[in-house]
């Protein structure tokens, strides 16, 4: 009898762990395609996290739907149940078993952070490159003839403001609105913020970075995938917070130098702003709703610099690339 209870519960544990880890396979396709190097880890250990959720809650559930089904009283039993006493044993083996499950769950996830070059609150932020691995939901990854970590790292400057995205190229005389990545490179932020706390978030990279006022902040990945992706603000900033967001293009080499090219010899313009856009519009509305912060001025893109004050009209973008001869007239403060 003893022998055929063991079997029983071995075979009920592998069942378990056989569906658990079925479980934490699906979570890959929970996620936005793996766009960045970065992305594979954070992926990893989501399912590592969720393949030991499921094996808990599903041993757990379990055990309490046969005891109530088993082991539930007959009807109209009202009598007490037999006295059980403390079992030291088994609550030593109860409080063992979660303070491991603590320390295995902190020390996968420290092993990911530092893989990762996560540092804490610190003024730079580093990710290093981890190694590609292949994974269940992304497609084949289109890599570079060279080697990747031979590559020279691509380094683009970040403003943040309430409420745009502006990047900046030192090497080349841009400045856009959207974010043109090389695929395969490493690629280096310098995150800055004029004026709140903002967050640097692109869900198919899996990375995030704070942007604090007064600091300037290293942001280093590796975009693997080609594709169009988007950037988001994660941290709320103010009213017209929704509206900060701004396209991610991830291409290759040679299409990105071509953009490169093509946009240093376009003539400076002022980029379309949505926050701006609708502020213009609701000042002039007779009820006034709540007051709010003044959006910053529409930067002016295809161009090293962004200009802060504007003595003269410049052309209206229809996007970072295209532009048409209207005139941009910023609205005045709100009273």
Known sequence: ??????????????????????????T?????????????????????????GAFIFLGVTGTLIYSAIFHRAEKFDTSDGPPIEGNI???????????????????????????????????????????????????????????????????IEVDAKQWAWVFRYPRTDITSTELHLPINHRIRLALHSEDVIHGFYIPAF?????????????????????????????????????????????????????????TANRRPCIANNQAASEYAEESKELVKGWTTVVPAKAPVVNSNKVI?????????????????EQTFKYPSTRK
């Open 28 to 52: 890959y396709s929970w996620m936005p395609p793996q766009a960045a190097a970065e992305s594979h880890l954070v992926d990893r250990l989501f399912s590592f996290l969720i393949t030991l």
């Open 1 to 26: 009898m003893k022998i055929r209870k063991i079997l029983i519960l071995s075979g009920i544990a592998i069942a378990l762990t056989a569906v658990s880890l079925l479980i934490g396979q699906w």
């Open 206 to 262: 899996r990375v995030k970075q704070d942007i604090i006022p007064n600091r300037n902040i290293d942001f280093e990945f590796t975009p693997i995938r080609t594709g169009k992706y988007q950037l988001t603000d994660s941290q709320f900033s103010g009213t017209y917070f929704a509206t900060m967001q701004a396209d991610v293009i991830v291409e290759s080499p040679e299409d990105y130098k071509r953009w490169l090219a093509e």
């Open 89 to 155: 044993t088994l609550e030593i083996v109860w409080t063992a078993i979660p303070v491991l499950l603590v320390f295995w769950i902190a020390g996968y996830s420290y092993q990911i952070y530092e893989q990762m070059g996560i540092q804490g609150p610190m003024e730079a932020m580093h990710l290093h490159i981890p190694t590609l691995t292949k994974s269940a939901s992304a497609a084949p990854v289109k890599e570079d003839k060279g080697n990747v970590e031979g590559l020279p790292v691509e380094d």
């Open 308 to 324: 802060s004050h504007l003595s003269y009209s410049l052309p209206l973008c229809t996007s970072t690339l295209l532009r048409e």
